[in-house]
């Protein structure tokens, strides 16, 4: 039985999104075959938002291809289609795209009134002639990559079960200014807004798990010292913490603790503190520099950086501090570990001949993965919400690329001037 049918009998019609829905694309799997799709360019009149319905769908493609999962065919071998305005299955001929080994189909149209664009885009079902999803989008047109991801993310929801991370952000530090300030993008690297703009050096940016704030470290008032930016209204807290010099900070999966790192009399060592800055308690204290705390998904560990036993590796702990193990032993540095998000392994700088590249590890030592080999560093690797990607900074060109898990579709996303460092991958949003 064809691999959508089999998906479209698990679905109402028209709607993927049931939890209960079976999904034919297992993106667990490490050699799932991709699907051949057909995306012509969506239906819509001539002129303004005729320009707009080309950007929307080539946005759309672009994800799709991002994906890894899919196979797009080739636009040169399309049929015509003069019914392409009707979104409907039964006004939909789909003998023509079968023949050309489609095996789905997605068909759109872009409407404008005004500033207000409404895009209503649908994914076929070829060889049963069935309708899988629906997707109506309505925003200003300024807005039309926005439509573009949240269609994406739609259509990979509907075949795999999981909703895409094309909507998501990331936040990075960039030198574009002169000084270092934190930024965030779309994870293609457009859409870039400032989150800092103080003049003063400022890094390690973090996203809280709910996306709604990122935690940075800045020099702004005179010494290192932790803040909270809330996104939407623009707050800006300092985390007031015990004298000394705060190195970075990192999230819990509840949203409410924070595992931060604090330098006093030359020893570093983790703490953990409410988001509301009280109950600090320290989790390590030992002769070496302990840095770097990645919490796993559960909440119930931390990863995190020590070179209590000579040079920099990777540790685990609980989330109380006790039952600390060594994680990697290869290689002579290992630092930045982060937690993927489904707590499966663990990405990490390694130094290779001189200089750094990106590793993957299980939580217990086994399963050591290169993913990256170049002539230059590549540092600070953290993961997509979904654990199928990681995005990190990488001294080939000094910007910010992204790559599938296994190391394969890297591309450089940054396009700004300056050197960018230090990625963090946000959260899908709730309304995403």
């Given at each position: ?7 479209t009998?698990?679905c ?123 997707s ?76 709604s ?18 996104i ?53 204290d ?69 200089k ?63 050197r ?13």
């Amino acid at each position: 039985m064809n691999r959508l049918l089999i998906l479209t009998l698990a679905c109402f019609f028209g709607n993927c999104f049931s939890a209960d829905a079976k999904v034919y694309i297992d993106i667990g799997l490490p050699d799932t075959k991709t699907l051949p799709i057909a995306i012509p360019t969506l239906h819509s009149a001539e002129g303004e938002v005729g320009v707009i319905a080309s950007k929307v769908t080539e946005v759309i493609v672009s994800d799709l291809e991002t994906s890894g999962i899919l196979d797009i065919l080739d636009k040169a071998i399309y049929p015509s289609d003069p019914l392409k305005a009707e979104l409907s299955p039964e006004m939909t001929d789909f003998k023509p795209w079968f023949a050309i080994g489609a095996e789905a189909l997605v068909k759109g149209k872009v409407a404008m009134e005004g500033r207000n664009l409404t895009v209503d885009a649908r994914l076929y079902d070829v060889t049963a002639g069935r309708q899988v999803m629906i997707s109506s989008n309505k925003r200003d047109a300024k807005e039309f990559r926005k439509v573009a991801h949240e269609i994406a993310d739609s259509i990979i929801a509907s075949l795999t079960g999981e909703r895409g991370i094309f909507s998501t952000r990331i936040a990075f530090v960039s030198n574009v200014r002169g000084n270092k300030e934190i930024f965030t993008m779309d994870y293609d690297g457009e859409g870039v807004e400032a989150v800092t703009q103080n003049g003063s050096i400022n890094v390690s940016p973090c996203w809280s798990p709910d996306g709604s704030a990122i935690s940075y470290v800045s020099f702004k008032e005179g010494r290192s010292a932790v803040y909270i930016k809330e996104i939407k209204n623009g707050i800006d807290k300092r985390l007031f913490l015990p004298e000394g010099t705060s190195m970075g900070a990192s999230w819990a999966p509840d949203g409410q603790r924070i595992a931060v790192v604090i330098s006093r009399n030359g020893n570093a060592d983790i703490y953990a503190v409410n988001r509301n800055r009280s109950g600090l308690v320290q989790l390590t204290d030992s002769w070496g520099l302990d840095v770097s705390p990645s919490w796993s998904p559960t909440g119930k560990e931390i990863a995190f950086v020590s070179d209590r036993g000579g040079n920099p590796q990777i540790y685990i702990m609980d989330s109380s501090g006790g039952n600390v193990r060594r994680l990697t032993f290869e290689g002579k540095y290992n630092v930045s570990p982060s937690w993927s998000p489904k707590g499966e392994r663990i990405a990490f700088a390694g130094m290779s001949d001189g200089k750094f590249e990106v590793f993957t590890i299980n939580p217990d030592g086994s399963g050591l993965m290169r993913l990256t080999t170049d002539a230059e560093n590549n540092e600070g690797p953290t993961w997509s919400p979904d654990g199928r990607f990681i995005t990190f900074s990488s001294a080939k060109g000094g910007g910010i690329h992204i790559m599938r898990s296994d190391g394969t579709g890297r591309k450089k996303v940054t396009s700004m001037k300056g050197r960018a460092t230090n990625p963090s991958w946000g959260p899908r949003l709730k309304e995403q």
